[in-house]
């Protein structure tokens, strides 16, 4: 069996590629399903929702390095020649529908590439040691959407093509009982194809290009999902600090004010919460807190109270598993809090300490968050960090290694306040 095509039928280097991408693709198609079916699964179970969509992503790499390879082969070859070139819109069909599949076993996996490389946060790993993102791709949920979206119509479409393409192939063996199947497979000896000089490519190709344009065109419009793996919205669309209820007022805020000291109302601020999920670093934050600041610029010392809506977090592309019930359970525990003493620098040039409690999921535990301050007049500027450990908390209990999510959780705020 000779390496190339000729008229008659394929080489044995298309008959590889040819066999081997459907492998490829088919698997492709039925883990992304049934990670996806994982993930949108009530007991999200994170690590195998992680492990599935890593298998995934790695064999669809391997299908759109090999597709590329595929193409590349096909344009130096001859394309056999129709078996029966006078059922015109058969032959148009079966053509379109090969072009439409070599430009979707590039364009798939591309789209599913632009997906975890514009994913903000933390993302199921291709297991492989090259890059993880492709590069000059900026991490915006936004963007990942539109991909995701271009990913999650494009699917249906090449499974479509494939359920025609298959059936094309069967009729021609049940039906027809030609040679067509036989020569991607063993045939040897076909006969010559009728020479037909009315089949041309270039109507396949353009059918085949504009039928993915179409899904390009679909994905732009497709309005967007309330996917849990794009919740951002929600939180986002909420001012970044809303000011608490009782320090809207100066007196309200002076009643919580415990140390006599005065008392700061915060103007704006954030919180963000950063972890390792999958080797990977993730950053959050959490849109609705307050934080109620009693000090005294001549003492340096002070008392703070900070409340926060745990279920305002948003979390890379895994807000939801971690508000469920293994990690911040929001449901049950809507509310984070830390109380602290504020201690003057140890010396000049060092930062505060914000000294006491932060109750997570109901447990208290000791924390210290240093952090810099500085006041001109009425008006203060504080930003500091603080590393604590989710196991003391129980946060995540069932993932009692780090393979899945790092133990260390990073809690990083900054703010500008006002003196009341
Ligand atoms: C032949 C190649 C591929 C096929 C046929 C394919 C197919 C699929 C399918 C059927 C889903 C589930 C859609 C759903 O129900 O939500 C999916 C999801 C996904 N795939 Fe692929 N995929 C391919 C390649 C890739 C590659 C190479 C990557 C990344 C490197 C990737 C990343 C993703 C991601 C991130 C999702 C979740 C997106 C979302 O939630 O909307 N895929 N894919
Ligand atoms: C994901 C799955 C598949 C993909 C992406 C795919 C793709 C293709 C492409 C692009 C061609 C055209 C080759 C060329 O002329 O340059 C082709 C030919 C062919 N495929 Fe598939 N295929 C898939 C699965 C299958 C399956 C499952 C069967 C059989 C049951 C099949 C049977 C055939 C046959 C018989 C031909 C030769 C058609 C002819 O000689 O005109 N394919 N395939």
Do not use: C
Not at 98 to 112: D, K, R, T
Not at 135 to 147: G, I, T
Not at 245 to 256: L, V
Not at 350 to 366: E, F, R, S, Y
């Amino acid at each position: 069996m000779s390496a190339g095509n000729d008229e008659r039928g394929y080489g044995w280097v298309a008959k590889g590629f040819h066999w081997l991408i459907a492998l490829l693709i088919l698997t492709s198609l039925a883990l992304g399903l049934y990670a996806a079916s994982l993930r949108d699964s009530q007991a999200q179970e994170l690590q195998k929702v992680f492990e599935a969509f890593s298998v995934h992503k790695t064999l669809g790499v391997s299908v759109l390095i090999l597709g590329v390879l595929r193409v590349l082969w096909m344009l130096t070859q001859p394309k056999p020649r129709p078996l029966h070139p006078q059922r015109r819109v058969e032959t148009y069909v079966a053509d379109l529908v090969h072009w439409a599949l070599y430009l979707g076993m590039i364009i798939m996996p591309l789209s599913g590439w632009l997906v975890h490389s514009s994913a903000p946060g933390g993302f199921a790993r291709i297991l492989w040691p090259f890059g993880q993102r492709l590069p000059a791709v900026p991490q915006d949920p936004a963007l990942s959407e539109r991909f995701a979206a271009f990913h999650g119509i494009g699917w249906w479409v090449l499974a479509a093509l494939i359920v025609l393409h298959v059936g094309g192939a069967m009729k021609h063996l049940v039906i027809d009982r030609d040679q067509t199947l036989a020569r991607m497979t063993h045939g040897r000896n076909l006969e010559e194809p009728p020479k037909d000089s009315r089949f041309t490519k270039l109507t396949g190709i353009a059918g085949a290009v504009l039928l993915w344009a179409a899904v390009l065109v679909a994905a732009t419009l497709a309005p967007r999902e309330a996917d849990p793996l794009f919740d951002e919205t929600p939180a986002a669309s909420q001012p970044a600090v809303t000011a608490p209820a009782s320090a809207t007022s100066a007196e309200a805020a002076q009643e919580t004010a415990s140390s006599g000291a005065p008392v700061w109302q915060v103007q704006d601020g954030t919180l963000g919460v950063s972890v390792t999920q999958g080797g990977n670093p993730v950053t959050g934050q959490f849109a609705d807190w307050n934080a109620n600041i009693d000090y005294d610029p001549d003492t340096q010392t002070g008392k703070v109270d900070v409340t926060i809506n745990t279920g305002s977090l948003t979390l890379g592309s895994v807000s939801d598993t971690a508000k469920g019930p293994d990690f911040l359970n929001t449901t049950q525990f809507p509310e984070a809090r830390f109380q602290a003493d504020l201690l003057p620098p140890e010396a000049e040039g060092q930062p505060h300490l914000a000294k006491g409690t932060l109750t997570i999921l109901g447990k208290t535990v000791d924390a210290e968050l240093p952090f810099t301050l500085t006041i001109e007049g009425d008006s203060a500027k504080a930003n500091g960090k603080m590393s604590v450990n989710r196991q003391d908390f129980g946060v995540g209990a069932t993932y009692a290694d780090e393979t899945t999510v790092g133990f260390a959780v990073d809690i990083e705020f900054a703010l500008n306040a006002k003196r009341l």
